[in-house]
């Protein structure tokens, strides 16, 4: 367990994820983004009466999406990450 109570931070840039194959993916703040998830729920989108799938795509659209770091046993051969 000692392992896993040391913290190692890792920071990406956008040209770090294109490099890596994952261009489609964009760094965004993660508070910033929050507000932007909350401002765009599906579920306020449907009760103003914009159509379910409008309002789905939208929701989608402006979704956030976080990894934690990956954390290895002593072995490497097992992984853990909470998303």
């Not at 000692?2 to 261009?23: C, K, N, P």
């Not at 309002?55 to 402006?62: E, L, M, T, Y």
């Not at 290895?72 to 051969?77: A, L, M, N, V």
Request: aromatic letters at 8%.
């Amino acid at each position: 367990m000692e392992s896993l109570q040391r913290r190692i931070v890792h920071s990406f840039r956008s040209d770090d994820l294109a490099r890596l194959g994952f261009a489609a993916l964009q760094l965004v703040d993660p508070d910033q983004q929050g507000k932007r998830v909350k401002e765009n729920d599906p579920g306020k989108a449907i009760r103003k009466g914009v159509p379910v799938d409008d309002a789905v795509k939208n929701g989608f659209s402006n979704a956030l999406f976080s990894l934690s770091e990956v954390w290895f046993d002593k072995t490497h051969e097992r992984a853990i990450v909470s998303y």
